[in-house]
């Protein structure tokens, strides 16, 4: 887990992007937070490294969530297609973020 935190203006945004593409290059490379946990899961069933960007605070439930991407927890969820199947799936990713406050 990787936080970089500075002044407005101080690259954060661009460090995290090229560290990002040095390990996992995408069209997307920063992306918002997301809005809930399964946002979440399925930015890391798509990608080796997670980068959110502009944090302003963490919520409880995006720290616990990225904890368990980080370690190697896994989601469970019920697909929309069919009430009786279900998709799980256990991640282990790298996951970074960029904020100007003085913490998260």
């Given at each position: 887990?990787?936080?970089?935190?500075?002044?407005?203006?101080?690259?954060?945004?661009?460090?995290?992007?090229?560290?990002?593409?040095?390990?996992?290059?995408?069209?997307?490379?920063?992306?918002?937070?997301?809005?809930?946990?399964?946002?979440?899961?399925?930015?890391?069933?798509?990608?080796?490294?997670?980068?959110?960007d502009n944090l302003s605070h963490l919520p409880d439930w995006l720290s616990d969530a990225l904890c368990r991407v980080a370690t190697g927890g896994g989601l469970a969820t019920r697909l929309y297609v069919r009430l009786r199947d279900s998709w799980w799936s256990t991640f282990w990713r790298i996951a970074s973020m960029c904020n100007a406050a003085q913490s998260i």
């Amino acid at each position: 887990m990787l936080s970089l935190k500075g002044e407005q203006g101080s690259c954060k945004s661009s460090a995290s992007a090229v560290l990002r593409n040095l390990v996992d290059p995408n069209a997307a490379s920063l992306r918002s937070g997301p809005r809930d946990e399964r946002d979440l899961f399925i930015a890391a069933n798509n990608s080796w490294v997670i980068t959110l960007d502009n944090l302003s605070h963490l919520p409880d439930w995006l720290s616990d969530a990225l904890c368990r991407v980080a370690t190697g927890g896994g989601l469970a969820t019920r697909l929309y297609v069919r009430l009786r199947d279900s998709w799980w799936s256990t991640f282990w990713r790298i996951a970074s973020m960029c904020n100007a406050a003085q913490s998260i």
